[in-house]
């Protein structure tokens, strides 16, 4: 057993990765086979990040959650902010320019709403839970765009870790709202063209949530939702901690 655990202290981002993809295979496995797919596998393993992350903290009394855990201090590495930003400018790259050129102004327009909505949302939300400064409404305004940008924000801007958690799981709880409700309200809000479906990525912003959606409505349309909901995450990376926060910082 000692010899065991000094291979894993030599390894630790190794044995970090191997934890996250044992969660996100059986995660997936968990979606198809007991879910068929309706959340997806990426909300169940980010749902129980966070249920290790809040037990990890428990039993050590830490801060850093699972991490603090001598053998999982690789996921902390994982999960630091190198390997966060690597993540989505990856993301970002995948995007085509020439499809969201077809969607012209509606892909923009879409965009730019969909962002102000769910952040205003967030914040509202925010405050009614007691927060009043702008670091914590900014981060919990951007968790309600997606679960990446929330924990962005918060990074840049320096928020708590009880703060950048409430934002990951409230960008969660979007995805999960998003996958369950888009196959069904598809044909009443006209969600059957490419446009359309390049606007609806744009307004939810949520890339797993509206895949996964609108593979349950017509996998067809699944890359040119997929294509604007990339774009809203940049975008709203780039928006929440910097123009958003300011302007909270006039009304906080």
Request: net charge positive; aromatic share 12%; proline share 3%.
């Amino acid at each position: 057993m000692e010899e065991l655990l000094k291979v894993i202290d030599k390894n630790a981002l190794i044995v970090g990765f191997l934890v996250v993809g044992v969660l996100a295979f059986l995660s997936d496995q968990f979606s198809k086979k007991f879910l068929k797919s309706r959340i997806p596998g990426s909300a169940i393993a980010i749902f129980l990040g966070l249920v290790l992350g809040y037990l990890g903290g428990v039993f050590t009394d830490g801060s850093k959650g699972i991490s603090d855990i001598e053998i999982f201090k690789g996921v902390g590495i994982l999960g630091g902010s190198m390997f966060r930003d690597f993540a989505i400018v990856a993301t970002a790259m995948g995007a085509s320019f020439l499809l969201v050129k077809k969607s012209g102004v509606l892909g923009l327009v879409s965009l730019v709403f969909g962002i102000l909505i769910f952040f205003v949302s967030g914040v509202a939300i925010a405050w009614v839970w007691g927060y009043r400064d702008a670091v914590s409404l900014s981060t919990i305004g951007a968790g309600a765009c997606t679960y990446i940008v929330g924990p962005v924000t918060g990074a840049a801007l320096g928020a708590s870790s009880e703060v950048i958690a409430l934002s990951i799981a409230a960008g969660v709880v979007k995805t999960i709202a998003v996958t369950i409700f888009t196959p069904v309200l598809a044909k009443k809000i006209g969600l059957e063209s490419p446009g359309s479906a390049m606007a609806y990525g744009g307004i939810m912003g949520t890339s797993s949530g509206v895949a996964a959606g609108l593979a349950a409505t017509d996998p067809k349309l699944v890359p040119y939702g997929a294509v604007t909901a990339t774009f809203y995450t940049g975008l709203g990376c780039l928006l929440c901690p910097s123009l958003f926060y300011y302007i909270l910082t006039f009304f906080s």
